[in-house]
């Protein structure tokens, strides 16, 4: 039957999905999505709901907010469970097209999805959808198929549009292993590349044009200086100069404070004093630390939680040697060095797709490779694989379903107005896991400092709005909610000192097992 492969690998995947959810709890790997979420359908820190996710291009942002709510789960959260099975199923479907066989594909998929089933992250779901599509490119360059090439190519839009960055990276790294010979021979699969070309265009001109407006300037202004202090360690570098500092009215922990994300106060978040002091810091120089850092990035490959993926593409290579393959480890080391060398090493997102890609692609690589004596040898690994993959993840997701219920028990307390929430250290993942379907808690409004505080839609850009700024709330009798680590408390009391000339005092505290709220008060001498 011819659509049965298509059937089978549907069931299965969507049978592996669905008994991970049920007898784990999925969370969210970063606070990046749960903020998206939040921005998509108007709770927690987004006063209202928005396409504008920032992260992921806008289009997404509007396909996302269509998706009604099933049972309490909300439409983001569904789109990107529905992209772990359609990439899962497109990618076993395609390996046994290939002949990978039915276990070597249930192996593969199964290693392949299991994490990003577990501990969700866009970055990984745009970057394992390039990794299908590179794979469907295969499947219709050796058997054909306008069916196939269609949602391949559309798999490839799909990881674009949640995460162009990773889409890129992973094309970049897939060079190789792509049909070239079927895009200079088939007119068909060229038009196809050329319609694909023009909807990412398309996509991205729409996505610049959409924060254009005046209301997303002081956004956009201040967004290429924090990539630079922030990921970029430019920050550590203006610590170093005083005299820079000096001349723009900052201080070591005002830049202390951007670094950690204090975006609140507009005098500090200044987009043009922050241009102008990174212009005269100039350009780094070249350091021992970047090439350490180079090298950081790839030793970061080591991580307990890659290695069965790891080592599994490792031994794949051994057995089933390609220079395609080879090349495309090569391209990516000199990807993951070139990070590290900038100062973002070690992004456990950006490499997971980059490792299922160098594992898929023995196996994608040459269709003789993988019958006989070397599909048999292949099993081993695999099964390996799994196990160790499973001992690994299953201790960490019984922890995180332990330690979300608590957080999730520990919120329904929280007070009824705005509570100040500093960067990451609010558990942000674990009050709103992935398949959360609490109503009371998406109730609660935080007042964030980091990012989108100045985004149009944020619930501090609506609370100053109506005169209840922040900073303000800060110096009157009964002070703001907050929560943020103890590092962050000692930030803050400094600016309460040099900015509002005060004395930062704590008026009460609530503790929970999992969570601590303080109430400050910046107490002046006016």
Known sequence: MKDRPALLSFLWVATFIISLCLVFVPCWERNDDVAMSMIAHGYGLAAYSSPHLFFSNILWGYLVRVIPTVSGVLGYSLATMGVLLVLGWATLYFLVRLGAGYLIGLLAVSLLIALPTLVPQFTVNAGLLTVAAVIGWQVYARLGGRSILVSACL?????????????????????????????????????????????????????????????????????????????????????????????????????????????????????????????????????????????????????????????????????????????????????????????????????????????????????????????????????AACIANAYLLIPQALISKQWAQQVQSDIHGFPAGPIVIWGGDFPYELAFPVLANDLSSRKIKLYGLDGFTHAPFSVASTEQASGREILESLRTATGIPIIASSERMAMLRIYCREHLNGQLHKLATSQTRSLTIEQLRCETSY
């Open 155 to 383: 798999l490839a839009f799909l990881g674009y549009l949640i995460r162009d960055k990773e889409f890129l990276l992973v094309l970049v790294v897939a060079v190789p292993l792509l049909p070239w010979r079927a895009l200079r021979q088939r007119q068909e699969m060229q038009i196809a590349f050329l319609l694909l070309s023009v909807a990412i265009v398309s996509a991205s001109a729409f996505d610049h044009w959409s924060y254009s407006g005046p209301e997303w300037q002081h956004f956009m202004e201040m967004y290429p200086s924090l990539t630079s202090i922030i990921d970029f360690q430019a920050g550590e570098h203006l610590k170093q100069h005083p005299e820079i500092l000096g001349r723009h009215g900052y201080s070591q922990n005002d830049i202390d404070l951007v670094i950690n994300w204090f975006f609140v106060d507009p005098h500090i978040a200044d987009p043009k004093s922050l241009k102008a002091m990174l212009a005269e810091l100039g350009s780094f120089p070249m350091q021992e630390g970047n090439v350490q850092s180079g090298f950081v990035a790839i030793k970061a490959l080591f991580v307990p939680v890659l290695l069965p993926i790891l080592l599994s593409a490792l031994l794949l290579l051994v057995l089933m040697p390609r220079w395609s393959v080879a090349l495309a480890w090569v391209l990516c080391l000199v990807a993951l060095f070139a990070m590290g060398f900038m100062g973002r090493p070690g992004q456990l997102r950006v490499y997971v797709p980059l490792m299922s890609l160098l594992f898929v692609a023995p196996l994608i690589s040459g269709g003789k490779y993988i019958t006989g004596a070397r599909q048999w040898m292949a099993l081993p690994i695999l099964l």
